[in-house]
């Protein structure tokens, strides 16, 4: 086995301390923000106080008077480009609906005007000062209402691009079905079932920030706290009619994304006060501007009509996606695909079928967010799948076992389904699913908890609940990496590469892969990543792809700085390049005789052919193998008060080879505490306008570190052949389990089944009293 496919190794695999932690504990770490500019203007931007509104007239000559002030721009003042904000790769699937600013308001808190100026007091009595004369239009905040006849048409310009049907306010739309049989003609028992998922803001430590200014040589600097710096070149250029050659796009350390910071929002709208003002500029949103006014969860209404036999063989699989886009289409064909596509496949059913819209309407705009669909897919799902095996008088973990894909198995709706183009025929490589159950099972010790759990009396009862799983790796024959690597005089390299770590540790992972090809430690990876100018080409980080896309292209460039290592060290010790290996920093012959890296690296520089020895490599995948996971979850749930506690949770998974297990836990930890606020507290609310009321961490609530309750992830080691040294992706699948897991939960028990989550006591207490009034005695009058 060559080094290409080892299986024993010596970094990969291992849990070596994150690069970047000793910087990040003592506060060295560069941020968006932590750097001094001279002459740096504050920008500010006015949102819209309306949900659907025309704007007749602005004045901003008062505006441009303030003293400080240097520029005031409106859709007056910019180039009227019809773009997506989703940073996506090219040509976006996303319909071009949106303007940097625009003439039209279509939600509380879009864009009308920004302000640069030399302080923040100045920029805001400037924003004050902008008279905006508005013509309010009826709005629609209805999701399924938003598609009928008659309702109030949210994009109704010629000029905007890739709207299936703008009358209906569909900014995306797919159907696709594969029939064996008649429908539900085999089936036993049927299913039919809607469910309802909510908004939720991704709620990143570090909000949206944004530096934009002129190097020396007249070229514009992006400084921003992006996923995506290249897909962010592009798009601002396009926006700013500019070429994409004098812009550079630089992504310092990121104080995490979730999805949020995949859109290009603050970028064109920062670079446009720089052109007009020649001046450097900073835009940051508020907490309050960043719940509002930049990306959410699409919410979704969902549909399933299921059939199965008596023997628990699922027969039949009809899935109705309606998303909620909010005012603009980002990422409304891929949200909603994914919500099919990672899902559908996950249970084998001879006819398959899936409707999908996504909808225009006047609320915040939804984006990508960690899971991306599958979150709400997978909680109707893993809901139905407890409906139809109680209804069959199944065990629900055995009903699982019998129904889900194997290792060697496909389904119709890998290649139907794909992301804004048909998808790619493939077939399961590893699955570590009946693993993830049998030690996931015993782990959270599910008998002895069922046992002790029955005849139970009192106010407060317990039930347990259980979810199964499946995500992508990256997507196929769309994403694509590049990286290159150098070799120093001291036998250290310099990884390059285009990945963006938004604080997972992907610059660690990544590292590790070339250090087990290099044969050497981690520290003697010194790694760059994500500026344009110095980094090779990636799409970002997205799509759970940096470690299964991007962490091939690092693997293969580390081949081939390899391969011209073994040659000038094979003249060295004189040795045939096929009889050596790298380990601990030096070449070693099979005679036993070694040189040191620093020496090959000198003799390539110096003595020998004189060369540069580096790697340079990019990757696409034709697949995306999925993991799988597991989670058990044990609740509690006060029936005089309706609070529903989580006492218990344990979450397995399948990652393939965990390149850093210990990154790797934290990952699906950190996606499980997610997926359980999620669950049982977050929801932006709004009021009858429109406008959200709880825009606040005071009124929001999202679960912290001592919110958590105890939990546990399982690691499930597999081998994934197409994934570098066996690994498949972790970081997103985790945010799946815990809406469906603790929904079953609470109806083990107290016999109340929520259809729309969050389930605060208020939904746990009125199911509870519904349920008591429908058992009570019909009165005689």
Same mark, same amino acid.
């Given at each position: 086995m060559g080094v290409a496919d080892k299986r024993v190794f010596t970094v990969v695999n291992h849990r070596v301390d994150k690069i970047d932690a000793l910087a990040l504990a003592c506060g060295t770490a560069q941020f968006t923000d932590d750097v001094d500019i001279r002459g740096l203007l504050t920008g500010r931007i006015l949102f819209s106080p309306h949900a659907h509104a025309r704007i007749r007239s602005i004045d901003t000559r008062a505006a441009k008077k303030v003293p400080g002030v240097l520029a005031v721009l409106t859709h007056e003042d910019l180039p009227r480009v019809r773009h997506t904000t989703a940073g996506q790769g090219y040509p976006e699937p996303s319909p071009y609906d949106t303007l940097v600013l625009s003439e039209k308001a279509r939600y509380v808190g879009d864009r009308i005007a920004a302000v640069a100026a030399e302080t923040a007091e100045a920029a805001e009595e400037a924003l004050a000062k902008i008279k905006v004369d508005y013509e309010v239009l009826p709005a629609v905040f209805d999701t399924l209402a938003a598609m009928q006849d008659g309702a109030p048409v949210i994009h109704d310009e010629d000029d905007s691009k890739n709207i299936p049907d703008a009358k209906h306010n569909i900014c995306a739309k797919f159907d696709f079905e594969v029939k064996e049989v008649e429908w539900f003609s085999e089936a036993d028992v049927v299913v039919d079932q809607w469910y309802k998922t909510q908004w939720a803001q991704h709620c990143a430590l570090e909000p949206h920030v944004t530096i934009t200014y002129f190097d020396g040589d007249g070229r514009l600097v992006i400084r921003t706290s992006t996923q995506v710096p290249f897909h962010c070149r592009r798009i601002t250029a396009r926006v700013l009619q500019l070429p994409l050659k004098s812009i550079r796009v630089i992504k310092p350390r990121i104080g995490g994304g979730f999805g949020s910071k995949q859109e290009v929002l603050l970028e064109p709208v920062c670079a446009a006060l720089t052109l007009a003002t020649r001046r450097p500029v900073k835009i940051e949103l508020s907490r309050k501007e960043t719940f509002v006014s930049s990306r959410t969860r699409h919410p979704c209404v969902i549909r399933l009509k299921t059939g199965a036999k008596k023997d628990g063989t699922i027969t039949d699989a009809h899935m109705e996606v309606y998303c909620d886009n909010g005012a603009y289409g980002a990422h409304s064909l891929t949200v909603m695909m994914c919500s099919g596509s990672h899902t559908l496949p996950m249970y084998q059913a001879k006819n398959s079928r899936f409707i999908g819209r996504s909808v225009y309407t006047n609320l915040?705009?939804?984006? !990508?967010?960690?899971g991306f669909g599958a979150t709400q897919g997978f909680f109707a799902w893993e809901s139905q799948m407890d409906l139809m095996a109680e209804k069959l008088g199944l065990d629900r973990i055995e009903f699982r076992r019998k129904n889900y894909i194997r290792s060697g198995e496909?389904?119709?709706?890998?290649k139907a389904m794909g992301e804004g183009r048909e998808g790619i025929e493939q077939?399961?490589?590893?699955c570590g699913m009946d693993e993830?159950?049998?030690?996931?099972?015993?782990a959270f010790g599910w008998d002895e908890r069922k046992k002790r759990n029955q005849g139970q009396t009192g106010a407060k009862r317990r039930g347990l609940g259980c979810a199964c799983l499946m995500q992508g790796s990256g997507i196929p024959e769309v994403d694509m990496a590049a990286a290159s690597?150098?070799?120093?005089e001291d036998g250290s390299f310099n990884l390059h590469m285009g990945a963006t770590d938004l604080g997972t540790g992907s610059d660690t992972v990544l590292a590790?892969? !070339?250090?087990?090809?290099?044969?050497?430690?981690?520290?003697d990876i010194i790694v760059l990543s994500s500026d344009t100018d110095l980094t090779p080409f990636d799409v970002g980080a997205y799509a759970s792809s940096t470690t299964f896309i991007s962490g091939n292209a690092v693997k293969k460039a580390a081949l081939h700085a390899r391969e011209q290592i073994l040659k000038v060290a094979a003249n060295i010790l004189d040795e045939k390049p096929e009889d050596l290996d790298l380990k601990d920093g030096k070449a070693v012959g099979k005679s036993g005789r070694s040189c040191a890296l620093s020496e090959v690296a000198n003799t390539a520089f110096y003595y020998h052919d004189q060369h540069q020895i580096m790697g340079v490599a990019s990757h696409f995948a034709t697949s995306s193998p999925p993991p799988f996971a597991a989670h058990f979850a044990e609740v509690e749930v006060d029936t005089e008060t309706g609070q529903v506690e989580v006492l218990a949770y344990v979450s397995t998974v399948d990652c393939g080879t965990a390149i850093n297990p210990t990154l790797a836990e934290g990952q699906n930890d950190g996606a499980v505490l997610n997926g359980i606020s999620y669950a049982l507290t977050e929801e932006m609310r709004f009021n009858a306008a429109g406008a959200m009321v709880n825009s606040s961490f005071r009124n929001y609530k999202i679960y912290s570190a001592g919110d958590a309750p105890p939990f546990k992830t399982i690691l499930i080691p597999t081998y994934e052949p197409d994934g570098p040294f066996g690994a498949k992706s972790v970081s997103e699948i985790g945010i799946n389990g815990p809406q469906p897991a603790i929904a079953n939960a609470i109806y083990d028990a107290v016999g109340v089944r929520l259809f729309a989550p969050p389930f605060t006591p208020e939904k746990v207490l009125a199911a509870l009293m519904t349920k008591k009034e429908e058992k009570a005695p019909v009165s005689a009058e």
């Open positions: 915040p705009v939804g984006g !990508a967010y960690r496909g389904s119709p709706v890998f077939k399961i490589g590893s993830c159950i049998i030690q996931g099972l015993e690597i150098k070799m120093n590790q892969i !070339a250090a087990e090809v290099l044969g050497v430690t981690v520290q």
